[in-house]
Each structure stands twice: as C-alpha cells, then as structure tokens.
C-alpha cells in the first residue's frame, strides 16, 4: 500500500504535463536558503532521539491542532519552564506514549499540509506504507524507532540522501556560532551555512534587550552604549556571521514599519531607548529605523535582507509563561506594506545590487501591495508562501495573486522555513507539484509554450533560490 500517489497535487485536465514537468525536477538538489534545523544535528552527527522527540514534539505545527482539540502540552511532551509557582500537569517524557496520543489525532490532519509533509516522510523516508491511526501506532513507532537507530539515518547521512546542496540555519546576533565552526572544522563537505537574525538586539520588547546589548558589546569590543558603537557592532557581527557562510540576514518584526531618521534623531532616539524608555510609540519607532539601518548595512556588506513581518508573537500569555516562545500561539495579522515600507524604499528601495525578500502572513496584500512593490522597486523580491499559507492551496494563491504584476522572477522558489529536517524533502515536493500544476494551467491556456514551462519549472524548484540568495 501506497501513503501517496505519484500524481498528488495535479489536476486531472493537465495531469499529464504537470508530470513530465515535474519527472523534470523532482530530483533536482534542495536549496533551502532559509530555515531553523540546529546546526548541532549536522555539527556533532549523533542519532535523533526517539520518534516523538525527532517528529512531535519541537513540531508547534502539530501540537497547536492538537491543543485545539483539547490536548494538554505536557501531553505531548512539550517541556514547562521552570517556574513551579505554575499549575502544570506533569510533562510526559515517554516517546511511545506521546507517539500513541499523536496517533489517536492523527485524523484532525485530513486535508492539512502537515499531513501531506508527515505521510511522505512515512512512506519515502521509513518505508512505511500503512496509514496511521491508533492501531497501527506502536507499529509504526518501532519501525522508526529502529531506523533512527542505524548510521545511515543520522543527520549528514540523511543531508547526503535528502540531496540538499546547501541550507541555511537562522542564528541570533548573540549566538557563537560553535556548531558551525565544528562543522567547517570536522572536514564534512555537507554545505551549512549561518543566517544573522537580530531580533534580540533591535527589538526593545525583547526578553533581556537590555542585557542583550551588554553582551553585544562585550563580544565586540564596540561601546554599545552609544548609537555610533552600537551599529559598529552590528557591522562586526554581521561579517562575523559572513565567515560562517551567512549570504542573509532575517527579521521578525511586528508589522513592516519602516522609519528613516537622520544620524542625530536615530542616535537620540538611540539613548532614550538605551535608558529604557517605557513609550510604546519610541520603541516602535526605534525597531521601525533598525530595518533602514539593517537594509544600509545589507547594500554595504551585501547580505541579502529577509523581513517576516506581521505575526502576534505569544497571543496567549498563560501558555507564554508556562511554555515560553513558538508554542503555536504565534497569530497572523493585518500588515501593511506600502506605506510602511516607504521610508526604507525612500532610502535604498532603487539600489540594484541590494536584495531584500518580504515575506506576509497577510495574502490580501499580495495583489494591492506586494507584488506591485516587488514589480518596480529593484531592491524587492517576493519570498514564497510562509508558515500559515506554507499549503498547496496557499502556494496557488501566491501565484495567482503575485505573477500577474511582478512574474516569476521578482520571486524567490521555495524554502522550507522548517525545524523539522525529515520534513524537508515532502515540502520542497510540494512546492515543486505546486508550480508545475501551475505552469500546466498556464500551457494549457495557450499563455506560455511547454519549453517556457520546462525552463520556468527548474528555474521555480532551483536556480532562483540560489541567485536571490546568492548561494
Ligand atoms: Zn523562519
């Protein structure tokens, strides 16, 4: 029995060419120029652990459907923090008993990406080809259990098989980078590379900001107590991060509010935050002018500038104190672009040699905002559907709302934006069955000649990641 079919994806009337286009490119080697696997895996090369810790429990798009439905966290096995003034049920520790709750719930996943993801790394990963359900969930759990076990399922092992030529970890500004120097150092040719994501240092609603940027000055030696030592700083860390491979730098911000102050307002500005300023408007503003700064430093050192705005980070602040960060409660918001992305444009936004990617968890932006913006401003590319619309219903969206003002090549392909390394090639195969339906629609419309689509296939699932992303 099969989990899926070859022609998932595709429909009917254009069946056919969506297949030759993808025999074309399903083997094509995997970029993935953006993502959050723990460069450790690939660094220190041990066994995953269990199926439930490798599969289950760091998945916050597994544990959120099955919270809805009224599992508790602890449950799953998801760790409390250590606070013991919290009502917190015991957390589970015990892989197969984790793995059988799963199993039990494996149904609220019916017509989900998470699903699609899941059954292909069963069936082309373990070899599995029974659907699971509350039956067959011990089975299933020892199959991978024993198959974790083995050298040829550890990670380089795994990177090797998944064919991924390179990819890209996403660490913070305050991070070492140990892992990835004992990567360059082990002799391992696998190709992994850093990405600066300075959230920690640039946002004053941040854990700890004030302390993060002692720290940032003390493992730079620049005077982060003033505005002049405090961009140094990020210079330094940036060509840093650029020594392990970083070709990017990554910002998750509230919304996409840009500001362009002059040197003597950004620095004052600098130092009522630097004193802990407790208004909301100047800490808003102070993360609206990093992304200008940001965006100077990239036209400078050419990193290329990823922006994923527009998510209500910890929306629940019980599970937030119970649980901390990316406990699933990260909720999607209005964003708007134009005018927020204004004085950043006004700045940089015609630079040729400049690439910065916006990505939204907001799709009625896609046709009035960011596709006209990505269709004109040379500094502006389009990344591909993100974490919410991360589907093949959300990828077709993508197309359908951005080619007809910006075309194919103000994008970007596909990345996998996953922790979940054995997940990587089911989503990259979705991606890829997702644009040849697409280029199929279009041929069979008469809007695009079958070489165009065949040339436009291997561009979509692989040259276009590399050359955005200067890979
Ligand atoms: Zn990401």
């Not at 905002?369 to 040379?378: H, I, N, Q, S, T």
């Not at 500094?379 to 951005?402: C, I, N, Q, V, Y």
């Not at 629609?441 to 699932?461: D, G, K, P, T």
Request: net charge negative; charged share 25%.
């Amino acid at each position: 029995m099969a989990l899926t079919d070859p022609d998932l994806l595709f429909a009917p009337e254009t069946r056919s060419l969506a297949r030759a286009l993808h025999a074309s490119v399903k083997d094509l080697p995997i970029v993935s120029p953006h993502g959050h696997t723990d460069p450790r895996w690939y660094a220190l090369n041990e066994p995953f652990p269990d199926p439930a810790q490798l599969l289950i429990v760091p998945d916050h798009y597994i544990f959120r459907m099955l919270f809805s439905q009224g599992v508790r966290l602890e449950e799953l096995g998801v760790p409390t923090l250590a606070d013991p003034t919290f009502d917190c049920a015991p957390v589970e520790t015990d892989g197969r008993t984790i793995w059988r709750r799963f199993a039990e719930h494996y149904y609220l996943f019916r017509g989900t990406p998470t699903r699609l993801w899941l059954d292909h790394v069963f069936e082309h990963l373990f070899g599995i080809g029974e659907p699971l359900n509350a039956n067959t969930a011990d089975a299933h759990y020892d199959t991978i259990a024993t198959l974790l076990q083995r050298e040829d399922y550890r990670p380089r092992a795994l990177f090797e098989r998944f064919n991924i030529e390179v990819i890209a970890t996403t660490e913070g500004a305050l991070d070492d980078l140990k892992w990835h120097r004992a990567i360059r150092d082990s002799g391992w040719n696998g190709r992994v590379v850093t990405a600066y994501r300075p959230d920690a240092v640039v946002d004053p609603d941040f854990e700890g900001f004030s302390a993060n940027l002692d720290r940032l000055g003390e493992i730079t030696g620049c005077d982060t107590g003033t505005w002049a030592g405090y961009l140094d700083a990020h210079r330094k860390r940036r060509a840093y991060f650029k020594e392990f491979g970083a070709t990017s730098s990554d910002h998750g911000h509230p919304t996409a509010e840009t500001a362009n102050l002059s040197d003597a307002a950004a620095g004052e500005l600098f130092n009522r935050i630097r004193r802990g300023s407790d208004d909301e408007r100047e800490r808003r503003l102070f993360r609206a002018q990093m992304l200008t700064e940001m965006a100077k430093m990239s036209r400078d050192d050419g990193l290329v500038m990823q922006i994923h705005p527009g998510s209500w980070r910890n929306h629940s602040p019980s599970i937030f104190q119970k649980f901390g960060r990316d406990k699933g409660f990260d909720i999607p918001t209005r964003t708007d672009y134009v005018t927020a992305l204004k004085p950043l444009l006004d700045c940089v936004g015609l630079e040729r040699d400049l690439t910065i990617i916006l990505f939204t968890l907001d799709e009625t932006s896609y046709a009035r905002e960011l596709a006209p913006l990505a269709g004109v401003y040379p500094a502006l590319k389009l990344g591909p559907a993100w974490w919410f619309h991360d589907s093949p219903e959300g990828m077709r969206r993508f197309r359908e709302m951005t080619t007809e003002t910006a075309g194919f090549y103000n994008t970007v392909g596909f990345n996998d934006d996953t922790r979940a390394f054995p997940s990587i090639p089911a989503r990259h195969d979705v991606a890829r069955r997702v644009d040849c339906a697409f280029l199929a629609r279009l041929v069979a419309e008469h809007r695009l000649r079958e070489e165009e689509a065949h040339e436009l296939a291997r561009e979509l699932a692989y040259t276009l990641a590399k050359k955005a992303y200067r890979l």
